[in-house]
């Protein structure tokens, strides 16, 4: 076997990955020729990358670091469980400890009458789980034409053939036959981009009235159910207008629909409270579940459900499952992680501590010539650039364009904050202190001047028109 260590010259490393590993997401060609960044190590909220760069995660891996790197007792629960039991599955009538105790704690943390998991591998597997879930659940209700689900355009709930249907990304339903029959889009609650002259409050109304309209364009008796995140994250940190979720939830109590909120992202803390749905003040039947469930530090997913969706579908088979459904090792990992969020107030924290200082950091970066606004929601935010602050006008350039080009400044200057489009996204690990987001501006001012200088000096500074 050979040995690819962390010790082998970055140049080699690079070659290696070019020859043999396909990235997600990627022009594998375009970055062969410019090489992956190698990352080795990490901790806290920094990463540590093969030529020896301390590098501030600004995105907490992909949205999922809640806790931070290096947690020691992480990896110790998950050598203890591989020596107990390091794989048994859940099909066959048998179960184990720790997918009972995980499905228990969620059952507790999560909203009244949300008390039994389905789980994953991941949000994509989870979200394809829902769309069988919800369907069967109103087959076995007599009603097997309910089966349309409502989703919304630049939703990100997967990358699976199912998920990604829900999805609302054209970019990706132009490749490999997607959606799938019976997945509806409707408009995002994109005040910044989308809004106009309208006010965010009569603009989220109008969004949200658009769900209604679907409903009655498809029939009630055809609409199984609606998802969305409460806050959308890959989409851009689209935080809506206020109006926007209490006249969702008011359509889906009127026309008898289910409601899945999508947490992936805004779950476990994020927001400033275990779920998302909790701070937009909704009431789900179903939620998304992955990433914060364990930080990351195992691959889990799962549908937390609503004990009336539940009765419903286990008194069927529902014919549904993956080998690692309530793995051993990924539970009692996310276990851990549940009882670190918990024995360290680290939700109370984002609320009192984290989410205020990057607020007021953010805030002041938001005066940068080149930012035309902020969308923030506990510690998830997003500054979309813009060379015209006032009519908050798009870029000339392609979309995306000079998004990439400030990504790329924060990337040299040890910052790692992605882009959407023309947005830069801002979702650190939940226990980022209050001096390193101060590190976060500064590299974060620092990209900026340089992309505006960068942009003045091509001549980029130009509206669409
Ligand atoms: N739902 C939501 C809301 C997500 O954000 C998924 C489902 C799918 O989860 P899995 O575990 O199958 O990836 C996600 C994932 C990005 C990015 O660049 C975001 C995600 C995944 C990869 C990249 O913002 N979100």
Redesign the pocket.
């Known amino acids: 076997m050979s040995a690819i260590t962390n010790h082998m010259p970055t140049a080699e490393l690079q070659a290696l990955d070019a020859a043999h590993h396909m990235h997600?997401?990627t022009t594998n060609d375009e970055l062969a020729d410019k090489g992956a960044r190698v990352i080795t190590r990490a901790k806290g909220v920094y990463l540590t990358d093969s030529e020896g760069n301390q590098i501030l995660d600004g995105?907490a891996g992909?949205?999922?670091v809640n806790i931070g790197y290096g947690r020691k007792e992480m990896a110790e629960v998950a050598a203890r469980q591989m020596m107990e039991l390091p794989y048994y599955n859940t099909f066959f009538m048998t179960t184990h400890v720790p997918a009972i105790a995980l499905a228990q704690e969620i059952a507790k943390l999560a909203p009244e009458g949300l008390n039994h998991v389905f789980f994953a591998?991941?949000?994509?597997?989870?979200?394809d789980t829902n769309i069988r879930m919800v369907r069967t659940y109103w087959a076995e209700k007599g009603k097997p034409g309910k089966s349309h689900i409502i989703s919304r355009k630049n939703?990100?709930?997967?990358?699976?053939v199912g998920?990604g249907s829900l999805?609302g990304m054209n970019y990706m339903h132009a490749q490999g036959g997607m959606p799938i029959p019976g997945i509806h889009h409707i408009n995002q609650p994109d005040w910044w981009a989308e809004g106009g002259d309208m006010t965010p409050e009569a603009f989220g109304l109008a969004r949200a009235q658009e769900l209604e309209a679907k409903i009655i364009e498809l029939g009630e008796d055809k609409v199984a159910a609606f998802i969305a995140?409460p806050v959308?994250?890959?989409g851009g940190v689209i935080v809506p207008p206020e109006s926007y979720w209490p006249e969702i939830q008011r359509i889906c109590d009127a026309y008898d629909i289910l409601l899945i909120a999508?947490?992936?992202?805004?779950g476990f803390g994020r927001t400033g409270n275990w779920f998302g749905s909790q701070t937009m003040g909704i009431r789900p039947h179903i939620m998304?579940i992955?990433?914060g469930l364990s930080s990351g530090y195992q691959?889990i997913?799962g549908s937390i459900v609503c004990d009336e969706v539940a009765e419903v579908i286990s008194a069927t088979e529902f014919n549904h499952g993956y080998t690692y459904s309530g793995h051993p090792v990924a539970a009692a990992v996310a276990m851990e992680n549940l009882r670190i969020l918990q024995e360290e107030d680290i939700i109370e924290r984002v609320r009192t501590v984290g989410a205020p200082a990057l607020r007021a950091g953010l805030e002041k970066l938001a005066e940068h010539p080149l930012v035309g606004g902020l969308s923030i929601k506990g510690m998830m935010a997003s500054l979309p650039l813009t060379p015209h602050k006032e009519s908050r006008a798009k870029f000339a350039a392609d979309a995306g364009t000079v998004g990439y080009m400030c990504r790329e400044r924060c990337f040299a200057n040890n910052l790692v904050m992605?882009h959407?489009g023309d947005r830069m996204?801002i979702s650190p690990p939940l226990i980022i202190e209050p001096e390193d987001i101060d590190v976060f501006m500064t590299r974060a001012r620092t990209a900026l001047d340089e992309t505006y200088a960068q942009l003045k000096e091509q001549d980029m500074l130009k509206s669409a028109s």
């Not at 591998?121 to 979200?127: P, R, Y």
């Not at 939703?155 to 699976?160: C, D, L, M, R, V």
């Not at 999508?262 to 805004?266: T, Y």
């Open positions: 997600p997401f995105m992909l949205w999922c591998g991941s949000g994509s597997e989870a979200n939703a990100y709930h997967g990358s699976s998920s999805g995140e959308q994250g890959a999508d947490e992936v992202i805004c998304t992955a990433k691959p997913g992605r959407v996204i």
